[in-house]
């Protein structure tokens, strides 16, 4: 099962809620398991097998994206926020840097379950 995470040639600074010109919004969307506050910005690139997500990051926080599971009639994407185990002095600021997975086959009309999950590294 190929996952990915990547920044990629993705624009930087996306809003939440703006796709790029060359994407192709996702419509069959699970946001569900999302904080409120967190983006539901998702599409895909190319051939379909790209998925692209705004993830949502802050001061010393680290996004990254993963795919956890791919079934007929859906892909579960995982965001994880990884944070620093020691304390340190870090910005406060909010950022929302899109992410890419790689799927084995396009998404088509697979509905995208989004979920989200802190840790300490």
């Given at each position: 099962?190929?996952?990915?995470?990547?920044?990629?040639?993705?624009?930087?600074?996306?809003?939440?809620?703006?796709?790029?010109?060359?994407?192709?919004?996702?419509?069959?969307?699970?946001?569900?398991?999302?904080?409120?506050?967190?983006?539901?910005?998702?599409?895909?690139?190319?051939?379909?097998?790209?998925?692209?997500?705004?993830?949502?990051?802050?001061?010393?926080?680290?996004a990254s994206a993963s795919v956890l599971?791919?079934?007929?009639?859906?892909?579960?994407?995982?965001?994880?926020?990884t944070t620093p185990l020691t304390k340190?002095?870090?910005?406060?600021?909010?950022?929302?840097?899109?992410?890419?997975?790689?799927?084995?086959?396009?998404?088509?009309?697979?509905?995208?379950?989004?979920?989200?999950?802190?840790?300490?590294?």
């Amino acid at each position: 099962m190929p996952t990915a995470t990547s920044p990629s040639e993705l624009p930087p600074n996306n809003a939440p809620g703006e796709v790029p010109p060359d994407g192709t919004p996702v419509t069959k969307l699970d946001a569900n398991a999302l904080l409120p506050d967190q983006p539901r910005t998702v599409w895909t690139v190319g051939d379909g097998k790209t998925v692209a997500v705004l993830a949502q990051e802050g001061g010393c926080g680290k996004a990254s994206a993963s795919v956890l599971e791919q079934t007929a009639t859906a892909v579960k994407i995982e965001l994880l926020e990884t944070t620093p185990l020691t304390k340190q002095m870090c910005t406060m600021d909010i950022r929302f840097p899109p992410l890419t997975v790689q799927l084995s086959e396009p998404l088509g009309e697979r509905t995208v379950v989004l979920t989200s999950r802190q840790e300490q590294k």
